[in-house]
């Protein structure tokens, strides 16, 4: 399904250049669960990013689903976002001034999607989070920030999940419950890429990818 | 669904947005202002130029003056002199007509005083009458509704004519006369209803205020006769530019012996000179105008572009979530316009309201300042409204389209 082939990503700060990805070559096919670990600073949020179209790639080529995306105007780009990807950032990005409820609802609007209530309600109860809907993202602890992110995440039913530490700010307990509710939607066929810190999580996916240095690590 | 976010947006940033709207309105204020300030002087001269038959370019304003150490016998040889010399004068084919004209109390004719108390009589039972030499019947455009027109009337040296205004038309008719103490009047005509005529002593002022140079004739009275005073008008004929007609009229006048007496500006020079005062005074308020508005748009712009920044991340967000790029504009746009809408709406009424209020009594001027607002100083605030307006939402738009999601929201890390 995914296809990444001698893909570099630079960063030229001040002139400065850092090299976050310098030569990735991976494979991933389609119903995956995949956990991407590394330590930090090795560019694991970079490659999730690229994969997500959310960001330009220096160099190299992007297959999805055969087709090759690397050339994509922003305009294409966006669409492809919107039809193939839901993305879960490692800061939440909620909007501050919105509930719960509308922070979820969003992408739905932008979808044009009729009876989000239902929708929505549902995943906010998978998330344990439904009677907090109507609270704002700052008077939520950091956890429930999460819950409510990935509650976004899965309202959309996109093919594919990119969630960039999604178990970074929840107990060991909750992380299970998360970890969970992935799997279960994988079950349902989805395609979820995890970056994660969390060896536990990882060692639950179906594979792992260790990039250390911008570079992939052959797993022992 | 995007108007929605639109006025979302605005009303979960309502201190944003009411200091965008506070900052247009104080520009379109003061655009409005100096619209008005600018429109308001050529309303002046227009007003001028259409009451005299000759127009403005071609009429003088003579003083003549003999002095003030006379007995009366001179006195009365003097002004025997004058009225030859004017006679004279108004002769010449460079000359069209010369005339004097006053305003002051006069006899009492209690039936014409009755009315005119209506419209506010000025004296105590005696007229409040405006006095044109009958030499000067064609200067002055007058209109009638009936009786005979000036410029038609045989006058008889034994009687003074009288042209009353609108608000007598019902009560007196054309042909009464009257006589008080053997001063004999005629009512030669009705005025018509729209008929103005000068204030006394007419100048073009410099404040606002001092624009009413003129009033409506309702409840006055014009009368010609033979009495002159010492200020005339005279203009020049048609063929003949107004300096030809002075220099005849200072060659008549050393015929007479009289050319030291005789002073003379052109309306046109007095318009200019008034200007001159005005233009300092009006240098420094469009200075401070042009420092007000352009520091007000300035402020406009850096709201805008700090809003724009404070709510990329959330823009980052949308477009992250589904939203698209043009949708955002959109929402952009949106907001933007509505802000400017209800800024100038905000801007209209308080200028219409102050106009109306400063005004308040004074009905001529504030249709004139009603029609200046709507005819330039509403076009010319709305085109630099829309012109900020599209400036700004373009700048957003070309910003956010070099953006991808991530650069949106700031990267990874708030
Ligand atoms: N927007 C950016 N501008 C400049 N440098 C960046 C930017 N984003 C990332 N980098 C650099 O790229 C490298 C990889 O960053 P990345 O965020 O992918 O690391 P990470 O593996 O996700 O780390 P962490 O586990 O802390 O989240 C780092 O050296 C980082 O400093
Ligand atoms: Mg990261």
Known sequence: MIKLEHVKKDFIVNGIYTHALKDINAEIKEGELIAIIGTSGSGKSTLLHILGGMENMTSGRYYFNGTDISAYSPSEMHLFRKENISF?????AL???YTVYENVEMPLIARKIKNRKKIIMEKLEQMGIAEMKDKLPLQMSGGQQQRCAIARALVTNTPVILADEPTGALDTNTSKDILECFKAINKDGKTIIIVTHDMKVANNCDRIIQIEDGLIEDRK | MILNFAFDFLSKNIRKSLLSVFLIVVSTLVIMLSVILSENRDEVYETIDTLLVCGVEQTVELDINYGDDMGLEQLKEMQLKISEFLDDVSEEAEINCIGS??????????????????????????????????????????E??????????KFESDKDYLYLGSGYKDFINPG??????GYKFKVAGILDESQIFFDDNFTFGISATSYSVTHDMKYEILCFSDYHTSRFLLCANEGYNINQAIEKLYSVAEKYDME???????LNDKYEMANQEWLFIKNILYKLITIVCISCILMLICTHILDLLSQMRNYGIMYANGFSVSDICKIITIKNIAVSVFAFLISIIICLLAVNLVFK??????DVFNRIIVNIAIPLSLAVIVLITVFITLFSIVILRKLSPLRMIGGQND
Do not use: C, R, W
Not at chain 2, 116 to 138: P, R, V
């Open chain 1, 88 to 92: 879960i950032f490692q800061n939440f």
């Open chain 1, 95 to 97: 909007m501050n001034k």
């Open chain 2, 101 to 142: 004209y006053s305003t002051g109390g006069y006899l009492p004719i209690p039936e014409l005083y009755e009315i005119q108390k209506k419209g506010g009589a000025t004296f105590d039972e005696y007229l409040n009458m405006t006095s044109i030499h009958k030499n000067a019947a064609d200067m002055f455009k007058i």
């Open chain 2, 144 to 153: 009638i509704t009936s009786g005979t027109h000036p410029s038609e009337m």
């Open chain 2, 176 to 181: 009464t006369e009257y006589d008080v103490n």
């Open chain 2, 260 to 266: 030291d007496y005789i002073l003379y500006t052109t």
């Open chain 2, 361 to 366: 009594g004074y009905e001529d001027m504030s």
